[in-house]
């Protein structure tokens, strides 16, 4: 939206300072004005900008969950404004989005990535409290959204956190669903994301199943004599993704590690209970349950080529939904 500024100035039988200051007063009036203009955005571009290390801040925020920490869920209707003003963002309408968080204590934020100079859409805390355990969104804002990395027990499941954002860093179009609190935070499970539906986590992935896009959950298991694995892959109670999980179970074994397949063998930890693969299996949406050993994820050669393996499987998204 252009704006216009018109100042009318009379200057009659005034002194010349009077002319000057008057003059002064002009120049100032249309500095504003244009200040203004330039402050002006449109509905694509959220208000608040930040240049930021992606990778430092998603980590930072990490780092501090700790499982004795409180956790009170969002009620439904903050759950059902959180997902009506996601819905928005993926419509490129980020002045609705934003009008939607604001009462909830939540705010979109664009970051540029100081790395590699790519952007990002974040719903997060406006401050600390109750919200900054809700879990954070950061969505590609240089495309469209067309695949999803979750991590739904970050701490918990050691190095989950750095293995999304690993893959949010490495490869466009995609973005990462977060949860804020240490799985074992609140009372009776109540942060336990990947097994309740009440969770800010489980709406915004629920939103982008409606959208349908594809998404990888992250998960970590202890390495055990019943687990002579790296990678236990599934597609949990969904079974429209069996095409990109063998795909995804070649990579990792071309590339060394050992994986169990759910879908053709009995595996332990096969996530058939995990309630985002029950909402994709109703929204006929691609969902992957990804379990990997402490050396798959994290720091090595293990986690090296289990990323590889994940990042060949978004790529294929990514082109698929060009």
Not at 16 to 28: D, K, P, S
Not at 119 to 128: G, N, V
Request: charged share 25%; with cysteine; proline share 4%.
């Amino acid at each position: 939206m252009k704006h216009t500024c018109t100042t009318d100035v009379a200057i009659t039988r005034q002194s010349h300072l009077t002319r000057i200051l008057v003059q002064i007063g002009l120049v100032l009036a249309l500095f504003g004005c244009q200040s203004a203009t330039d402050r002006s955005t449109d509905d694509s571009t959220p208000h608040t900008r930040e240049l930021v290390d992606v990778r430092s801040r998603i980590l930072a925020y990490t780092a501090g969950l700790e499982p004795d920490a409180a956790y009170t869920p969002p009620d439904d209707t903050q759950r059902e404004r959180v997902a009506e003003s996601v819905g928005h963002l993926l419509d490129g309408d980020t002045a609705p989005a934003e009008r939607l968080l604001a009462p909830l204590g939540l705010k979109l934020t664009r970051l540029t990535d100081t790395q590699s100079g790519r952007r990002y859409d974040e719903i997060a805390a406006a401050r600390p409290g109750r919200a900054a355990h809700w879990g954070r969104l950061y969505l590609t804002a240089d495309s469209d959204v067309r695949w999803n990395a979750q991590v739904p027990h970050p701490v918990s499941d050691q190095d989950t956190e750095r293995l999304g954002v690993r893959l949010l860093e490495d490869n466009p179009g995609g973005s990462l669903v977060l949860a804020g609190a240490h799985r074992e935070a609140g009372r009776d499970g109540a942060a336990d994301v990947a097994h309740r539906e009440d969770s800010l986590f489980h709406t915004i992935v629920v939103e982008l199943q409606k959208r349908d896009v594809p998404g990888v959950q992250l998960h970590g298991f202890a390495k055990d004599s019943d687990r002579p694995y790296e990678a236990v892959l599934s597609t949990g109670a969904a079974r429209s993704t069996l095409t990109e999980a063998a795909a995804l179970a070649d990579g990792m074994q071309a590339d060394g590690l050992r994986v169990c397949r759910a879908w053709s063998a009995r595996c332990p930890l096969e996530g058939t209970t995990n309630v985002q693969g029950k909402a994709a299996e109703r929204h006929h949406a691609r969902f992957l349950h990804v379990e990997l050993s402490p050396k798959a994820r994290g720091d090595g050669n293990d986690a090296d080529a289990a990323a590889r393996a994940l990042s060949g499987l978004v790529t294929t998204w990514n082109s698929a939904r060009r």
